[in-house]
C-alpha cells in the first residue's frame, strides 16, 4: 500500500554495510548525537570557508549564506 510519491533516492549515497551496522547497534540518543555533532561540523566548516572566500562579507551575510546553502536552496 502506497502512501504517496515514491522519493527521488538518485542523490542519496550508500552507507558502508559496516558503518550501518555499527550505527544500527548504537542507542537513538546515541545515533541523533552523532547527526547532530556532524550538522555542527559541517555548519562550522562552511561558515568558516565562506568567511575565507568572502573576507568582505559581514558575520551576518555568512550566516544567511551558510544558512542558505544548508537548506539547499538553489537561490
Known amino acids: 500500500m502506497s502512501t504517496g510519491p515514491t522519493p527521488n533516492l538518485s542523490g542519496m549515497e ?3 554495510p559496516e558503518v550501518s551496522r555499527i550505527l544500527q547497534a548504537k542507542p537513538g540518543v546515541e545515533r541523533l548525537r552523532l547527526a547532530h555533532e556532524a550538522w555542527e561540523l559541517a555548519r562550522m566548516r562552511l561558515t568558516a570557508f565562506l568567511a575565507a572566500r568572502h573576507p568582505h562579507w559581514s558575520e551576518d551575510r555568512v550566516r544567511q549564506e551558510v544558512a542558505r546553502r ?3 536552496d538553489a537561490g
Do not use: D, E, G, K
Open 14 to 16: 550508500v552507507v558502508h
Open 70 to 72: 544548508l537548506r539547499r
